[in-house]
Nanobody, 124 residues
Framework: QVQLVESGGGLVQAGDSLRLSCAAS????????MGWFRQAPGKEREFVAA????????YHANSVKGRFTISRDNAKNMVFLQMKSLKPEDTAVYYC?????????????????WGQGTQVTVSS
């Protein structure tokens, strides 16, 4: 497994932008597909975006498509979530997740490594 640490969350206003970062430990980061999930109070954890281990393919949830972009830098063991045009309904704890594999993965149960999460709060 890989150790993951998220950062970059905070309190912003609707319409603002924010970039989340996830730092991964280990020398085999390029073997891992990565994903971002979020969980709002009282709600289940939901998929946000996923990226293949080579960054050749990405997938974004419909709720964030066109506003959020997932990317990665394998040389730095980092994955990012650029968020634009933020809305109050984007308020949640955002989690980075990893699993070995060649594809991208949309379900939380498919991942076996998780970060501790970073809070994003969007005020109206």
């Amino acid at each position: 497994q890989v150790q993951l640490v998220e950062s970059g969350g905070g309190l912003v206003q609707a319409g603002d932008s924010l970039r989340l970062s996830c730092a991964a430990s280990g020398r085999t980061f390029s073997r891992y597909a990565m994903g971002w999930f979020r969980q709002a109070p009282g709600k289940e954890r939901e998929f946000v975006a996923a990226i293949t281990r080579t960054a050749g393919s990405t997938y974004h949830a419909n709720s964030v498509k066109g506003r959020f972009t997932i990317s990665r830098d394998n040389a730095k063991n980092m994955v990012f979530l650029q968020m634009k045009s933020l809305k109050p309904e984007d308020t949640a704890v955002y989690y980075c997740a990893a699993r070995e594999g060649a594809g991208y993965y949309l379900a939380a149960y498919e991942y076996d490594s998780w970060g501790q999460g970073t809070q994003v709060t969007v005020s109206s």
